[in-house]
């Protein structure tokens, strides 16, 4: 397959599955709505990046062993499981505060290395992630690809995601839809982590086939 052909594969295969609700859409939505449109793509951002781990077993060929790995995948599956349900007890005890509290958590360095710090452990701890990739290097990839090519496809990977979640901000920013959403930001983070809960339990209790 030449690399203009992959590449378009690539981003309609991605793109489907970026479009997915899960965790990953999940937290940028809550960050984007709770947070503004710096979070979501400080979350974005590490989302993107996160997937360059999932990226680089995948090209050494581990993501199908791990996918056929009961015991690994079972080990990915309490770690993610668990992040989900700490993310949503976050959330869910989210307290009210005023706009100038939580512009100035934002614009620290704390703040916007712990937004991409979230946004990346998502990713990485999503134990759907083995499956999907190994999905994707049997359909588009191979691990004997030439490095070149298999950088040029992982760096492509990242900024599709990074690109549909920045349509996913943007659209949530708009002044019409966030005014809506700008007093509620607790109980926003409170809906979110909820459903954070939810996701952390879904695959705490899928059973590993």
């Known amino acids: 397959m030449d690399l203009l052909h992959g590449i378009v594969l690539i981003t309609l295969i991605h793109l489907l599955a970026a479009a997915s609700p899960g965790p990953d859409f999940v937290l940028v939505t809550q960050q984007t709505l709770a947070r503004g449109k ?29 996918a ?8 990915i599956k ?16 989210s307290k009210p505060q005023n706009a100038a509290d939580a512009e100035s958590r934002i614009a620290s360095r704390e703040s916007w290395m712990k937004t991409i710090s979230m946004g990346f452990w998502c990713n990485v701890l999503n134990p759907k992630a083995p499956i999907y990739f190994v999905a994707l290097f049997t ?8 490095l070149y090519q298999l950088a040029i496809y992982g760096i492509w990977i990242m900024l599709v995601q990074f690109f549909w979640f920045s349509l996913v901000v943007m659209f949530l920013s708009q002044p019409a839809i966030n005014a809506q959403f700008k007093k509620l930001g607790h109980w926003i983070d409170r809906l979110f982590g909820g459903a954070m809960v939810l996701l952390g339990l879904k695959v705490l209790s899928t059973k590993i086939n």
């Open 139 to 146: 359909v588009v990839l191979s691990p004997d690809m030439p």
């Open 68 to 75: 056929n790995s009961t015991s690994g995948l079972w080990i």
């Open 78 to 93: 309490i770690l993610g499981g668990t992040y989900l349900l700490y993310l949503g007890y976050k959330g869910l005890r």
């Open 38 to 66: 710096k979070s979501g793509f400080l979350c974005s951002l590490g989302i993107a990046l996160g997937l360059s781990i999932h990226i680089i077993y995948s090209s050494f060929g581990l993501a199908a062993i791990i």
